[in-house]
């Protein structure tokens, strides 16, 4: 098996359409397709940081904090772009948890179904 890089991650969402403009106007990813069906995907972003939407068939019960599932997804940025995002976050009011892992500053936030994002730098 030659596993090279992930693809994309995909997430099933109960608003497609304002989950696009979550993830184009929060974190600046572009629309790369538009689907003829609504089973097909959205893909937002650049391959490599590439998030799939799918729109949900059935609405799921919420999640308790760390249970098994998904934790978050996380994007990597240079410490200049980290600092571009929390000012880009704060400017437009929406909500997040940095915290400082030593190697790592990074900041969490939910999207609007409550998949965590993470945003994060290894550069200090």
Same mark, same amino acid.
Request: with cysteine; hydrophobic share 40%; aromatic share 8%.
């Given at each position: 098996?030659?596993?090279?890089?992930?693809?994309?991650?995909?997430?099933?969402?109960?608003?497609?359409?304002?989950?696009? !403009?979550?993830?184009?106007?929060?974190? %600046? /990813? &572009?629309?790369?397709?538009?689907?003829?069906? =609504?089973?097909?995907?959205? $893909?937002?972003?650049?391959?490599?940081?590439?998030?799939?939407?799918?729109?949900?068939?059935?609405?799921?019960?919420?999640?308790?904090?760390?249970?098994?599932?998904?934790?978050?997804? !996380?994007?990597?940025?240079?410490?200049? %772009? /980290? &600092?571009?995002?929390?000012?880009?976050?704060? =400017?437009?009011?929406?909500? $997040?948890?940095?915290?400082?892992?030593?190697?790592?500053?990074?900041?969490?936030?939910?999207?609007?179904?409550?998949?965590?994002?993470?945003?994060?730098?290894?550069?200090?």
């Amino acid at each position: 098996m030659d596993l090279r890089r992930l693809d994309h991650v995909s997430i099933n969402v109960r608003d497609r359409t304002a989950a696009i !403009a979550w993830y184009r106007d929060t974190l %600046g /990813l &572009e629309q790369r397709n538009e689907p003829t069906e =609504a089973s097909e995907p959205v $893909f937002m972003g650049a391959f490599g940081a590439c998030i799939a939407l799918f729109q949900s068939e059935v609405d799921s019960p919420p999640r308790a904090p760390e249970s098994s599932g998904v934790r978050h997804v !996380a994007f990597a940025l240079s410490a200049a %772009g /980290l &600092e571009e995002a929390r000012s880009h976050l704060t =400017a437009t009011g929406v909500s $997040f948890r940095p915290e400082d892992h030593g190697s790592a500053l990074s900041i969490y936030l939910p999207d609007p179904d409550g998949n965590m994002i993470e945003l994060t730098t290894y550069e200090r």
